[in-house]
T-cell receptor, first 114, second 117 residues
Framework: TQLLEQSPQFLSIQEGENLTVYCNSS?????LQWYRQEPGEGPVLLVT?????EVKKLKRLTFQFGDARKDSSLHITAAQTGDTGLYLC??????????????FGQGTILTVHP | GAVVSQHPSRVICKSGTSVKIECRSL??????MFWYRQFPKQSLMLMAT?????????EQGVEKDKFLINHASLTLSTLTVTSAHPEDSSFYIC?????????????FGNGTRLTVT
């Protein structure tokens, strides 16, 4: 069983602050994805990282995949109130018979106060 | 881009009745779809993997006779919550896998809010 430990579970910060969310696993993932979800809606893909050590940037968001492909982080610079939401990491395990089967972390509820 | 349509978005039903939720891939064929359940302020919990033309694979602890999954075509999977009870009230989300490489993302529906009264 592949498990993803995501932390912190809750994050409440002021606008303009920086933050980092972590995902860790004892398993190696073929790829790892980060999603953002608004209440009452499905998750929206932010990024997919595939290569160990990979770093991707999406405006103020920086995503990193660990060298061993067992961990990842999401860093947000100068958070804005619009960043508020549930952030989910999800690892794709390339095994068995189901491609696309994701293991989700517990999620991080981010609240950015004005 | 690829889109997954989930219907209905909200449903309220009485205890003991059955509810069907549809998940359609609109512009691609999805041999595999996934069904998740999500409680408030929590992550997605995988319920089952739906494979076109074969029986669904259920995760441990998920009652297959209660949550019936049918994947009759390459663009449609349905989840039927049978004899629903208030504890089945939840947010149900489907996703569809678009083949094309390990970095191909899953495409998620917008979820169905089920309330059982």
């Amino acid at each position: 069983t592949q498990l993803l430990e995501q932390s912190p579970q809750f994050l409440s910060i002021q606008e303009g602050e920086n933050l980092t969310v972590y995902c860790n696993s004892s398993s190696v993932f073929s790829s790892l994805q980060w999603y953002r979800q608004e209440p009452g809606e499905g998750p929206v893909l932010l990024v997919t990282v595939v290569t160990g050590g990979e770093v991707k940037k999406l405006k103020r968001l920086t995503f990193q995949f660990g060298d061993a492909r067992k961990d990842s982080s999401l860093h947000i610079t100068a958070a804005q109130t619009g960043d508020t939401g549930l952030y989910l990491c999800a690892g794709a395990y390339r095994g068995g018979t189901s491609y696309g089967k994701l293991t989700f972390g517990q999620g991080t509820i981010l609240t950015v106060h004005p | 881009g690829a889109v997954v349509s989930q219907h209905p978005s909200r449903v309220i039903c009485k205890s003991g009745t059955s509810v069907k939720i549809e998940c359609r891939s609109l512009d691609f064929q999805a041999t595999t779809m996934f069904w998740y359940r999500q409680f408030p302020k929590q992550s997605l919990m995988l319920m089952a993997t739906s494979n076109e033309g074969s029986k669904a694979t259920y995760e441990q602890g998920v009652e297959k006779d209660k949550f019936l999954i049918n994947h009759a075509s390459l663009t449609l999977s349905t989840l039927t919550v049978t004899s629903a009870h208030p504890e089945d009230s939840s947010f149900y989300i489907c996703s569809a896998y678009q083949p094309g490489g390990i970095s191909s993302p899953l495409h998620f529906g917008n979820g169905t809010r089920l309330t059982v009264t």
